[in-house]
């Protein structure tokens, strides 16, 4: 069983910083593609980030909305992935989600690829 759960998320001014967290358990990690994906009120869910699990440095991928302000990154040996957010802005309020490659129907389509597991989701907001 695929669990993917998230951390770090909060309350921060515009500007600020923050990182979230997903540690994966039931997943063959090393392989396949994770991301993160954010849902703001009212809106669909958009993919932000995702990055190749498999050998090398992996492959990443970024919405244009958060280019050179985030960083996605993965730790294979702790089995979590990351999301490094900087120069926060309030149009980046959201909650946030892990997402893992493959699984059930219901998911997401980001860079080419299909996510289907996901996690519980951590709040983020950024105020003026």
């Known amino acids: 069983q695929v669990q993917l759960v998230e951390s770090g998320g909060g309350s921060v001014q515009a500007g600020g910083s923050l990182r979230l967290s997903c540690a994966a358990s039931?997943?063959?990690?090393?392989?396949?593609?994770m991301g993160w994906f954010r849902q703001a009120p009212g809106k669909e869910r958009e993919g932000v980030a995702a990055?190749?699990?498999?050998?090398?440095?992996?492959?990443?991928t970024y919405a244009d909305s958060v280019k050179g302000r985030f960083a996605i990154s993965r730790d294979n040996a702790k089995n979590t992935l990351y999301l490094q957010m900087n120069s926060l802005k309030p149009e980046d309020t959201a909650m946030y989600y892990c997402?893992?490659?493959?699984?059930?129907?219901?998911?997401?389509?980001?860079?080419?690829?299909?996510?289907?597991?996901w996690g519980q989701g951590t709040q983020v907001t950024v105020s003026s």
């Open positions: 997402a893992a490659e493959g699984g059930p129907f219901g998911g997401s389509r980001y860079a080419g690829h299909y996510f289907g597991y």
């Open positions: 990055i190749y699990t498999g050998g090398g440095s992996g492959s990443k």
């Open positions: 039931g997943y063959p990690y090393r392989r396949g593609y």
